[in-house]
């Protein structure tokens, strides 16, 4: 069973930066292109970042410019360097992978952009 545990969500004010954290199983980690999800109250989950296993990424419209995607391999994570934030940014963050995604998603992580 794949375990997802996301991390490093928080209160931020606007402008500001915060880096998001997901650690995975490693066998899964390893072969998975992974990617960040969000969804804010009332809307649906929509995708933000993916990052294959070799290292290249491709970004959301909303975000491009203003996050980051990133992986380590030998720590079964993916990172979300997030700068920037505006309130629009506001929502759960997620982790899952791409290629082989799980349905068992993780608890998120919740960032808050407000003054």
């Known amino acids: 069973q794949v375990q997802l545990v996301e991390s490093g969500g928080g209160l931020v004010q606007p402008g500001g930066s915060l880096r998001l954290s997901c650690t995975a199983s490693?066998?899964?980690?390893?072969?998975?292109?992974m990617a960040w999800f969000r969804q804010a109250p009332g809307n649906q989950r929509e995708w933000v970042a993916t990052?294959?296993?070799?290292?290249?990424?491709n970004y959301a419209d909303y975000v491009k410019g203003r996050f980051t995607i990133s992986r380590d391999n030998a720590k079964n994570t993916v990172y979300l360097q997030m700068s920037s934030l505006n309130s629009e940014d506001t929502a759960v963050y997620y982790c899952?992978?791409?290629?082989?995604?799980?349905?068992?998603w993780g608890q998120g992580t919740r960032v808050t952009v407000s003054s």
């Open positions: 899952n992978g791409v290629t082989y995604p799980t349905r068992d």
């Open positions: 490693g066998s899964w980690f390893r072969i998975n292109a």
């Open positions: 990052i294959t296993s070799g290292g290249s990424t």
